[in-house]
């Protein structure tokens, strides 16, 4: 016979709570938090583009309109997102996170709508936090 040794194929194991593994094909349940979330997200995206085209004249709109939204939409994918491309300390996500958040504030408060803005930013600040807490503890 030879010299290795039998071996039987075993089931994998499942993963343990706190993992943070699922198994393949699987993905984590979306609930109400995360839809906020996005939504605040997207609400700072579109302010930031709907700024960009109409606080600037004719040849500067199209770069602002166009650009601050882009380097937010960047910043956003790189560090916070989900799929991040860098996995960055939580302390710098967050940072990332809420200048992207302000900035969307500070738009609104500068056009006149500081009510908008101070809603906004209670929001999505108080989503941002429960929402990281949540990422920390799992």
């Known amino acids: 016979m030879s010299d290795l040794p039998h071996v039987r194929p075993a089931a994998p194991e499942a993963p343990r709570k706190g993992d943070g593994a699922l198994p393949a094909g699987m993905r984590p349940s979306v609930d109400a938090l995360d839809v906020v979330a996005f939504l605040s997200e997207l609400f700072a995206f579109i302010t930031l583009t709907v700024w960009g085209f109409t606080a600037w ?10 650009g601050t939204p882009l380097i937010a939409i960047v910043l956003w994918a790189l560090f916070v997102s989900p799929r991040a491309v860098f996995a960055v300390h939580p302390f710098v996500r967050a940072l990332v996170e809420l200048l992207v958040y302000a900035s969307a504030t500070i738009v609104w408060w500068t056009s006149g709508n500081a009510w908008i803005g101070i809603a906004y930013a209670l929001v999505a600040v108080t989503v941002g936090l429960v929402v990281g807490r949540r990422r920390l503890a799992a």
Do not use: D, L
């Not at 004249?57 to 166009?66: D, E, L, S, T, Y």
């Open 57 to 66: 004249p004719f040849p500067w709109n199209i770069v602002a309109g166009i």
